[in-house]
T-cell receptor, first 112, second 117 residues
Framework: GENVEQHPSTLSVQEGDSAVIKCTYS??????FPWYKQELGKRPQLIID?????GEKKDQRIAVTLNKTAKHFSLHITETQPEDSAVYFC???????????FGTGTRLTIIP | GAVVSQHPSWVICKSGTSVKIECRSL??????MFWYRQFPKQSLMLMAT?????????EQGVEKDKFLINHASLTLSTLTVTSAHPEDSSFYIC?????????????FGPGTRLTVL
């Protein structure tokens, strides 16, 4: 089955700096890669997703890049703000109504 | 956006009792629902996938006789934790996908925190 690895497990950045979180996946049939932000005790919140037919997607301060050949994708957050502090999860699936396999999570702390 | 609800939001029960958790899609028909379990400071681990009207598919290592899943309609799936024990204490989250023109996105419920004494 699919295996998703995520790094780093913790990340601290100064407010205003950029943060990058990286994930790799193993199933070459995976074609949908969402990123979630989860605050303590809350549900995961989709912040951005990318499908395998594109290499990059951007939404304001958040961007995701995908390298299908190398089987890795990354989340980039620019101009970080204190409210960006949370746990972030990457995930992968084969699309449609297929199951998601989650990465291990990254605890992001923005230092004011 | 698509709304998924869960009930109850938290539950405390005694060891040996059974607990039922409901997951509802409020504004769309969910052909597929997923049940996850999340222990503190860990990731979401898929327990099972359920399709409306058919038996659930359980992930390796998840006891199907202990975690009973029913997906009787396109808007409701239930997870029953039978003979719960303290090690079953966790955050249980459902998600749903289906006919909404949203492609691959899964919509998550708010979660249910189960504490078994």
């Amino acid at each position: 089955g699919e295996n998703v690895e995520q790094h780093p497990s913790t990340l601290s950045v100064q407010e205003g700096d950029s943060a990058v979180i990286k994930c790799t996946y193993s199933d070459s049939a995976s074609n949908y890669f969402p990123w979630y932000k989860q605050e303590l005790g809350k549900r995961p919140q989709l912040i951005i997703d990318i499908r395998s037919n594109v290499g990059e997607k951007k939404d304001q301060r958040i961007a995701v890049t995908l390298n299908k050949t190398a089987k890795h994708f990354s989340l980039h957050i620019t101009e970080t703000q204190p409210e960006d502090s949370a746990v972030y999860f990457c995930a992968a699936s084969r699309g449609g109504n297929e199951k998601l396999t989650f990465g291990t999570g990254t605890r992001l702390t923005i230092i004011p | 956006g698509a709304v998924v609800s869960q009930h109850p939001s938290w539950v405390i029960c005694k060891s040996g009792t059974s607990v039922k958790i409901e997951c509802r899609s409020l504004d769309f028909q969910a052909t597929t629902m997923f049940w996850y379990r999340q222990f503190p400071k860990q990731s979401l681990m898929l327990m099972a996938t359920s399709n409306e009207g058919s038996k659930a598919t359980y992930e390796q290592g998840v006891e199907k006789d202990k975690f009973l899943i029913n997906h009787a309609s396109l808007t409701l799936s239930t997870l029953t934790v039978t003979s719960a024990h303290p090690e079953d204490s966790s955050f249980y989250i459902c998600s749903a996908s289906g006919f909404r023109g949203t492609g691959n996105e899964q919509f998550f419920g708010p979660g249910t925190r189960l504490t078994v004494l």
